[in-house]
């Protein structure tokens, strides 16, 4: 998990710099703060189950194994990423064959909340295929103000689908605060009209949050149903990299400053002797350079042929295909 | 080959394609139990079970956004909109995420949204919608709209075979009303072929749906009055058969677009400008567009008469252009 996580913060940090260096098209969407709670969900899931991730799980994309150079490939509307570049940053799809080891992934569209009905209708079609699957959605505590959260999250239990859905309050929805958002404040109790389990975690506690996930994920591939995990953490930066936040009251950033989900993690490993220092310290200098270097070859890609910009309306002419390449991580099966 | 109603045909397609192919299913609002607000799904859940045969909340987005995922997973969804005018509730499911998925990513979405479309039964403003247009503007969307019962059970047939997302409106006027000799053996209508009605050398009359035989019963009229029409019936309003519109816009040199939805944006204006780019050394008079008055579907007979194309209008604009 720390593995993940750093990566994920690490990805993230090139592409500020290739933000700045104006090689991102268009918006960079940071999940500072929130990387872990985005590994720890996702590494309750098998490597065959589904996920919807938002923009800022990014955690979750590495902890199913994509290759980081995929997202820098898409962050930079390349010819070869995902999308062909027709699509965004994290608007990724990967569908699997019936019996390959390899997990299911739709990324959003922007319309968020869209999301969960999608989900509920992958893990509906899976169940019946057969295929022994389970669907994790994250969405953002703006987007469970939308219609399509609250259908899809119906549907989905009234049909007992194994679904697994992430509400992340990060605080803000853009520049809305949750309080002009909902009037629970709970951002779980979203679910307690569907009749589903919900549960609050410390979003910034990984270990809390890896409990709570692998409990529903059990459950609900057991046939248990539907639930939600309501995560309370703090979105660290603005919207995207435009937004300088400057909405968010200084002392609550500093006081979630101080509850950093990989750095509280660091030292729960080196206060119970998981790890030692040494080996965390060479997890950051791996990460870190094989951010650099996915980086670079991503770089390197060409920009997509212009006269492409008609292929792949319709089936037919097989230009793109949903899937991207999967990683195992160095640490897989220890 | 047995005659039945148009709306048997569709029933009879939707038996047929989930006995052939065990990935399809049907998912809506009442379609299970009380086989769908006006049975076309009678019978459907007795045969092949609740788990595909599903009965939904009210709540079109679920069912739309469900279907999409199921798909993903190699699922054939067939979802019924209880009335087609519900499927602005799905709006942006089709629009955002079904049409644009395969382009995006590659990951193609082989769902049919299928549902009772159109006026002349006194279903008010949200009973009775031609939504087309709606979704003409939107790349990545086919659709169809059968005005026979032979090409209501083809065209469904070729809608659940089809790898794209499929919308599928039948008109409710002619689900009892229409009656014709359908095929007992599988077949399908290809999507994007238009068919000609009535064969004619003095004006085209394009159409698609029930103003097909308010098409044929102006040119019975016409052919009264000496003028022979030909009546083009679209079937397929995306993609559209461009082949079929100009030649016979080269056969008969003049243009009534004929359809129920209302006249400003609608489809006849795409089919308009479709002559006029392509077959303008043609025409011999302008293309003129017969449709429904630009205001809500109104409820009440005598408003939702005037509001309707008509015998008399369409027999009204082809005297026009032959006397041009």
Known sequence: MYYFARLARDIEERLVILFRQSKVIGGLYRSLGQEGESVATAYALRRTDAILPLIRNMGALMTMGVRPKEIFLQYMAKAESNSRGRDLNIHVVNLPADGEEQPVIVGPISMLGDSIPVAAGIALGARMRGRDLVAMAWIGDGATSTGAFHEGLNFAAVQKIPLVVVAEDNKYAYSTPIEKQMAITRIDERAAAYGIPHEMVDGNDMLAVYDVAKRLVDRAREGGGAALIGIDTMRMQGHAQHDDARYVPKPLLEEWAAKDPIARYSRWLVETGVAAKQELDDIDAMTKSYAAEEARLAEESPMPDPATVARGVYAGDDFATPRVELVKSPFAGS | ?324
Do not use: W
């Open chain 2, 1 to 324: 080959m047995a005659v039945i109603t148009y709306l048997e045909a569709i029933r009879q397609a939707l038996f047929d394609e989930m006995a052939r192919d065990e990935r399809v299913f049907v998912l809506g609002e009442d379609v299970g139990v009380y086989g769908g607000a006006f049975k076309v799904t009678e019978g459907l859940q007795a045969q092949f079970g609740g788990a595909r045969v599903i009965d939904t909340p009210i709540s079109e987005t679920a069912i739309v956004g469900s279907a999409i995922g199921a798909s993903y997973m190699g699922m054939r969804p067939v979802a019924e909109v209880q009335f087609i005018d519900f499927i602005a509730c799905a709006f942006d499911m089709l629009t955002n995420f079904a049409a644009t998925s395969r382009y995006r990513n590659g990951a193609g979405v082989p769902i049919v949204v299928r549902g009772p479309c159109g006026g002349g039964v006194g279903g008010g403003p949200f009973h009775s919608l031609n939504p087309e247009s709606f979704f003409l503007n939107t790349p990545g969307l086919k659709m169809v709209e059968p005005s026979t019962a032979h090409d209501a059970k083809g065209l469904l047939k070729a809608a659940i075979r089809d790898d794209d997302p499929v919308l599928y409106f039948e008109h409710k006027y002619l689900y009892r009303r229409i009656k014709d000799e359908v095929p007992e053996d599988d077949y399908v209508v290809p999507i994007g072929k238009a068919a000609i009605r009535r064969e004619g050398a003095d004006l085209s009359i394009i159409t698609f749906g029930a103003m097909v035989y308010t098409a044929l019963d102006a040119a019975g009229r016409l052919a009264d009055a000496g003028v022979q029409a030909e009546v083009l019936d679209l079937r397929s309003l995306a993609p559209l058969d461009r082949e079929a519109i100009l030649q016979t816009v080269a056969k008969t040199s003049r243009a009534v677009l004929l359809h129920e939805a209302t006249m400003t944006g609608g489809i006849g204006g795409e089919l308009a400008a479709i002559i006029g780019e392509e077959a303008f050394e043609y025409l011999d008079a302008p293309v003129v567009r017969v449709a429904s008055v630009d205001t809500p579907v109104p409820y009440s007979p005598p408003l939702e008469a005037a509001f309707l194309p008509s015998v008399e209008k369409v027999v009204a604009a082809a005297k026009r252009l032959v006397e041009y």
